[in-house]
């Protein structure tokens, strides 16, 4: 496998992230900027981990699902 092999699979990590904040945003409500929260903190780091087993989107490699959560 060489670098290029991986490059996909990069790429789906990213807008799984990418969707996930952005889904984290919105449920932290409109005066709390993830900018401005501390390293850490659990609201956070619960609806970031919530919402990333909660994003479907079809990936470059796969259709990406997580199934119970996991």
């Known amino acids: 496998m060489?670098?290029?092999d991986y490059k996909g699979f990069a790429y789906d990590a990213a807008?799984?992230?990418a969707?996930?904040?952005n889904r984290t945003a919105e449920d932290l409500g409109p005066?709390?900027?993830l900018d401005s929260l501390p390293f850490?903190?659990?609201n956070f780091s619960?609806?970031?981990k919530r919402n990333l087993l909660?994003?479907?989107f079809q990936g470059?490699?796969?259709s990406r699902t997580f199934k119970s959560g996991k």
């Open 2 to 4: 060489n670098d290029s």
């Open 31 to 33: 005066n709390i900027y």
């Open 46 to 48: 619960d609806s970031i």
């Open 19 to 21: 969707l996930a904040l």
């Open 54 to 56: 909660l994003t479907e």
């Open 15 to 17: 807008w799984l992230v």
């Open 60 to 62: 470059m490699t796969v």
């Open 40 to 42: 850490g903190d659990k």
